[in-house]
């Protein structure tokens, strides 16, 4: 009987302990997935609620050594894949929107660093011509536009003592002319696409602007030379050079286009005149405008006696003269010589076709128009 009873009790005890076994483990059951729920909703707290998680699995263990094992056992329960994966999801779904908006700061940072910071202090101190180190611009080709160029502009001329032009290749011989400068014979070295065309830019004006520390600085000068070294651009004489240098002689950065002469001071030695070169007689002359009004494009002579019609060429190998025919000069007929300007604007002289045989001549225009 006793022993009935012993047996009894041993059983009652066993579905007790059995009893308690299960709750703890749907305790902690239920623990895991309130962590992976955490996970879930912030990657930030994972970390947390597992060491949280921990935590309940140690203290489960200080309850018994049976309820350990048994949330040992749910672990790969409570991280089966499917719910794995849909932690995976979810933390790859904070990562993503994490790397994208990190993707879009920097590619709206950096493209507005670069362009606003390189290129509009560039068009900054190109809009207001200032510089460091403008005497140091690198050498390199200069570029034609429309009615000028840019590039290098230097000086051949001394700063401190003006002189005025010696004539240059433009075979001015000594002027008065206190504002002038070379103009660039090519574009690449030995190209001759340069505007000094064989002499064609002589006499033209061209209006200059050079960076410099305090901004833009300006002039206008006439051409009256050539500048065939390789890089050239405009090469000044002395005034115009101390305009824009000032005591720093150097290669700057400049842009410039061709204009007008007119109502422009420093430019003009003399009145416009047509000038007869050395050695001309009744069987050969060669002429040229000194001091004109722009770039002359053309010379025509038209009889006035006559119904003669003749268009001048150029000199080859003597630069800025044009050839006059010898029937023009073999007569005392009245002829009028028509020089074609840039502009548009012409000049235009009377006189007799024999004027133009007369070695050294220099007819001035203000004598000779009606």
């Not at 059995?18 to 707290?45: H, Q, R």
């Not at 429309?146 to 433009?170: D, Q, R």
């Not at 206190?178 to 061209?206: E, F, L, M, R, T």
């Not at 842009?255 to 003009?268: K, N, Q, R, Y």
Request: net charge negative; with cysteine.
């Amino acid at each position: 009987m006793r022993f009935r009873s012993l047996v009894f009790l041993c059983a009652l005890l066993t579905a007790f302990l059995v009893a308690c076994g299960d709750d703890s483990s749907s305790a902690s059951a239920a623990d895991t997935p309130s962590s992976e729920s955490s996970l879930v909703s912030s990657s930030a707290e994972k970390e947390s609620s597992s060491s949280s998680a921990v935590v309940q699995s140690s203290s489960s263990e200080d309850v018994s050594l049976a309820t350990s094992s048994s949330a040992t056992t749910e672990v790969p329960a409570s991280s089966d894949t499917p719910e794995s994966s849909s932690g995976d999801v979810s933390s790859s779904g904070v990562l993503p929107e994490s790397s994208s908006v990190e993707g879009v700061s920097s590619s709206s940072i950096t493209p507005e660093s670069s362009s606003e910071s390189a290129p509009v202090s560039s068009a900054e101190d190109e809009g207001d011509g200032k510089c460091s180190d403008c005497d140091s611009f690198t050498a390199a080709d200069p570029e034609l536009t429309e009615n000028g160029g840019k590039g290098s502009v230097t000086t051949y001329g001394s700063i401190t003592a003006k002189e005025t032009s010696l004539g240059g290749a433009c075979n001015y011989g000594q002027t008065n002319i206190q504002y002038y400068a070379a103009i660039h014979v090519n574009v690449s070295p030995g190209d001759d696409k340069g505007p000094w065309d064989g002499g064609a830019a002589c006499g033209g004006c061209v209006h200059v602007k050079a960076r410099t520390p305090e901004g833009w600085k300006e002039v206008t000068v006439r051409i009256t030379d050539r500048c065939p070294d390789a890089n050239c651009g405009v090469d000044l004489g002395g005034a115009p050079a101390a305009d824009i240098m000032g005591n720093r002689v150097g290669r700057y950065y400049g842009e410039w286009e061709f204009v007008s002469c007119e109502g422009v001071d420093g430019v003009w030695g003399d009145s416009t005149s047509i000038w007869v070169k050395e050695g001309a007689s009744e069987f050969w002359s060669i002429i040229q405008v000194r001091n004109p009004k722009d770039m002359v494009k053309g010379i025509a002579i038209y009889g006035i006696d006559t119904r003669d019609f003749y268009e001048l060429e150029m000199v080859v190998g003597t630069e800025n003269f044009w050839t006059v025919p010898k029937n023009v000069l073999q007569t005392d007929n009245r002829y009028r010589v028509v020089v074609k300007y840039r502009t548009g604007k012409d000049d235009e002289w009377k006189i007799k076709g024999s004027d133009l045989a007369v070695p050294e001549a220099n007819l001035y225009l203000y004598e000779h128009r009606e």
